[in-house]
């Protein structure tokens, strides 16, 4: 019997995942058929996803809240939709009611991820064009880095080797946890906008 499998997605932890997972409850997917994944948009790598997709079969529908919780970028979506389509798997998203059992539902769902596309681009390249100003006045955006370049790099190797606990990193560097983890937050946001 087909199955309806549902991928859910924030980009942070400060974004909630209920309205999400409400949705996929509405739709009778099973717990088992529910794939979360905490990972910015941009991100390449998420390993949710490709479970959801690996467990796919003919005449099984991948389903999403909205379409930019699915893809990446258009050219992601596109590869998603069409190797769906080659395994005879549906895609639909529970926001727009989009649906690719009918060709209209395709077209409407290529035209949908060109439009969120451009969106995503026009606001990096505002946001770029606004930090590349503030620098050329000689400000730096946002609050007052509490930690240099160099401790966060160092805060990252520390917790990547996984010798110290996330406390005693913070401690060694004589910061807050939080602060730690914002300044760490802060600048994996810049090195995906580029910047």
């Known amino acids: 019997m087909p199955k309806i499998v549902f991928y859910a997605r924030v980009s942070t932890r400060d ?7 409400d949705a996929a409850h509405r739709l009778g997917v099973k717990p088992e058929h529910i794939f979360v994944e905490k990972a910015s948009g941009a991100k390449k790598d998420r390993p949710e996803l490709a ?3 690996a ?3 003919k005449g099984d529908t991948l389903a999403c809240f909205k379409l930019d919780r699915i893809a990446r970028s258009l050219q992601h979506l596109l590869e998603i939709l069409s190797d769906l389509e080659k395994r005879g798997v549906n895609f639909m998203t529970v926001e727009g009611d989009l649906n690719t059992k009918g060709s209209t539902g395709r077209l409407v769902i290529s035209i949908l ?3 969120a596309q451009f969106e995503r681009d026009l606001i990096l390249e505002r946001t770029r064009a606004g930090l590349a100003s503030a620098r050329a006045r000689g400000k730096v955006p946002g609050r007052r880095r509490v930690m240099k370049p160099a401790d966060v790099v160092r805060a990252k190797k520390l917790l990547e080797a996984g010798e110290l606990t996330a406390t005693e990193v913070a401690n060694l560097l004589r910061v ?9 937050r802060r600048a994996r946001e810049l090195e995906e906008l580029g910047a």
Do not use: D
């Open 51 to 53: 479970k959801a997709i």
């Open 15 to 21: 974004q909630n995942l209920n309205p999400q997972l």
């Open 113 to 115: 991820g060109a439009i």
């Open 55 to 57: 467990i796919l079969e």
């Open 176 to 184: 807050g946890r939080a602060t730690m983890f914002r300044e760490l």
